[in-house]
């Protein structure tokens, strides 16, 4: 069974906290993506990566950086957590055009 | 740029009955992929169907199929004999089909609840 793994699912941090969220994918999957879920909003992507160490800007990057050190691993940081990132993370996979894999979802709670 | 829209917030549909999810989006590419997501209460996200652009015949997946219009730039989800269990959050994406941009965009989503 496919698998996109998120490290938490809840998570409270406090304002000006660093901030990681880990996701893994078993399925050697060349791309994976960072989404902020807002309600009203839908999905908007922060950033992506089609290969190791590579990463792009999404729509939404300001206050985010990545890490991919390893294929099956993507890393978003918040270098200062603030509170209008209080938000819904959904990471996913994907080996080229087709269907997107997501995790589970970590609901970040910034107080 | 691609672009999403679904210009529908909420929907009632009543068991057993179809429902339409309207999806129109634009884009400058001419080979692109247009998916529809699930998303009940739990939060996960799950694929439901997925249209090429140069795909000649509108795909089917069970009690879901995706109404391609591709002049009209819509791509509208029909769900047939609509079940309780389909009451979710429903998003409609697309992606470029080029290496290195196959980054989903998304439009804003629909909440459908069924009505017994």
């Known amino acids: 069974d496919v698998k996109v793994t998120q490290s938490s699912r809840y998570l409270v941090k406090r304002t000006g906290e660093k901030v990681f969220l880990e996701c893994v994918q078993d399925m050697d999957h060349e791309n994976m993506f960072w989404y902020r879920q807002d309600p009203g909003l839908g999905l908007r992507l922060i950033y992506f990566?089609?290969?190791?160490?590579?990463?792009e800007k999404g729509d939404i990057p300001e206050g985010y950086s990545v890490s991919r050190e390893k294929k099956e691993r993507f890393s978003l940081i918040l270098e200062s957590a603030s509170t209008n990132q209080t938000s819904m993370y959904l990471c996913?996979?994907?080996?080229?055009?087709?269907?997107?894999?997501f995790g589970q979802g970590t609901r970040l709670t910034v107080v | 740029a691609q672009k999403i829209t679904q210009t529908q917030p909420g929907m009632f549909v009543q068991e057993k009955e179809a429902v339409t999810l309207d999806c129109t989006y634009d884009?400058?590419?001419?080979?692109?992929?247009l998916f529809w997501y699930k998303q009940p209460s739990s939060g996960e996200m799950i694929f439901l169907i997925y249209?090429?652009?140069?795909?000649?015949q509108n795909a089917t997946e069970g009690r879901y199929s995706l109404n391609f219009q591709k002049a009209r730039k819509s791509a509208n989800l029909v769900i047939s004999a609509s079940q309780l269990g389909d009451s979710a959050m429903y998003f409609c994406?697309?992606?470029?089909?080029?290496?290195?941009?196959?980054?989903?965009?998304f439009g804003k989503g629909t909440k459908l609840s069924v009505i017994p």
């Open positions: 884009t400058s590419d001419p080979s692109y992929g």
């Open positions: 249209q090429g652009s140069y795909d000649q």
């Open positions: 990566s089609y290969d190791v160490k590579m990463k």
């Open positions: 994406a697309m992606s470029r089909t080029g290496a290195g941009s196959y980054q989903l965009t």
């Open positions: 996913a996979s994907t080996r080229s055009v087709g269907e997107a894999f």
